[in-house]
């Protein structure tokens, strides 16, 4: 029977929740109050994009060689896996590793985002504590958040947002103990960075703490801790390594997780069995096999980055431009409107807003010496002479 007035009619969701168990069909109060990580991610090919810290030309040609030999048969079956561990550990021999890795030593993720989730899964309960600092990669939280943990967020210290080591050192030995410590080194978005031999003496002065270090963009400093580490004396120190920042390889999502083989065992049990697929697979084979392309990638960034600190410095903005292939600039501007007018001119910058002690910066990418030209000169005109 329909109604007698049409506009009376009830709201089809609140018919589904009269015919559907929501009760039973909720998920754990923890996801449910969640406020899911996200970035704007669509729209942005044909843009020069300085927002994600990608690699901003691409991947080995070599790469884009295997995967267009990848064959019919490879993409029917399930990924295989075998010798991609070894071919990681043999490009990382060029570091000067003190102690050899085992295959057992290396974890493979989709990207590593997948694999921060699942050392949240693998080691965080409700009512552990996850000390971190503010500002840092946002992912942390909400995969804290959806293990019911507690949240510490240490902020860096002074303009210059030096690594607030004493805090650490002080929350790391009070209790309750941290169940899990980590530090993204370089950071990102300050680029603050804590030497090595600290970062192993952190994890050795908590030995019931998982200290993981999150080195996404170590090749833009050099300060890696798995030249010195011996993951044997060190079984709680976890280092993660990408192929996205600066092999180009972020639109295939692969990561990798380096440690005690213990853990990492652990760590692996809580993903899939074949969550990389077959051309991420591919392609990191041929990108490890291509470390002089790599190479040459971060020595122009390493360039771009002092052209583009020397203009920063001489305009007398606000800016702090430390490790990492990115920098933060305080625009005279609202951030909100030079970001949009940016965009605009076809070019991507990332906002800052509501980040603890960045309100009011955008933070750029560094990508080669021309692009950065290219952005200055729409700066130019969209900052100093609007």
Known sequence: MQPANPSEAADPSEADDAKLPWG????RPEVEHLKAYSAPLEGRRDLLRLDFNENTIGPSPRVVEALR???????AIY??????????????SGIGLRTPLDPAQVGLFNGVDAAIHAIFHAYGEAGDRLLTTAPTFGYYTPCAQMQGMEIL???YEGGHFDFP?????????AEPRPRLLLICNPNNPTGTRL???????????????LVVVDELYEAFTGDSVLPLVDFAATPNLLVLRSLAKTAGLAGLRIGFAIGNADVVDRVSRVTGPYDINSFAVTAAFASLADQAYVDSYVAEVLQARDWIRGRLEVSGLRHHCEGGNYFLVWPDAAAARVESELRQAGILVR????????DGSLRVSIGTTAQMQRFWQAWDRVVVHR
């Open 165 to 173: 080591l004493g805090a650490i050192q002080q929350t790391l030995s």
């Open 153 to 155: 967020a240490l902020p």
């Open 24 to 27: 039973a069909l909720a998920a």
């Open 351 to 358: 906002s800052m807003q509501g980040k603890t002690l960045l």
């Open 69 to 75: 030999g990848i064959s019919a048969e490879q993409i």
């Open 195 to 209: 030497a090595p031999e600290r970062l192993i003496e952190l994890a050795t002065a908590a030995p019931g703490t």
């Open 79 to 92: 990924p295989e896996y075998d010798g991609l561990r070894e071919a990681l550990i043999a490009n990382l």
